[in-house]
């Protein structure tokens, strides 16, 4: 029998990949993203699909955006997790439907138990001036 996960135990699927995925391009290792997915969760998933494909595809701009809103602060100086959860929430919030409020809060709550509380109060600040700068969901 397959348990359904909830979605917020797919946005920390999601979490787990993206973090491999970072360390693997820092040590210039190749990998599949359909066989990182499959080892995180068997069962087929549009939305760790999605989540997952649409950070590899936007990483660039999701960077230089969540850049954008940190104070004296770059991605690049965060440690892997905390990297994935800024590009997965930033991604989520700009081009997924859900609804904004709801995004926001569900990676805030993922970041209070991957992070510190500097990180996630720095991640809900980023999150907010996105959300109240930019076009979201386009």
């Known amino acids: 029998m397959i348990l359904l996960k909830t979605r917020n135990e797919v946005r920390e699927i999601a979490l787990r ?15 599949d993203v359909d066989d990182l997915i499959k080892e995180e969760y ?11 494909n649409g950070v590899i595809e936007k990483k660039d701009e999701l960077t230089n955006l969540v850049n954008k809103y940190m104070s004296d602060w770059t991605l690049d100086r965060l440690n892997k997790v905390d ?8 991604y989520e919030l700009k081009y997924l439907d859900t609804p904004s409020i709801v995004s926001i809060n569900e990676w805030v709550e993922i ?3 991957y992070s ?17 700068s930019e076009d979201n969901n386009e």
């Open 17 to 31: 990949i993206i973090y491999k995925i970072n360390i693997f391009d820092a040590a210039h290792v190749y990998y």
């Open 42 to 52: 068997e069962v087929e998933n549009e939305f760790v699909n999605s989540l997952v």
């Open 83 to 90: 990297q994935a959860l800024f590009l997965l929430s930033s």
């Open 111 to 113: 970041s209070k138990k």
């Open 116 to 132: 510190d509380e500097k990180i996630t109060k720095m991640l809900n600040g980023v999150l907010d001036n996105i959300y109240h």
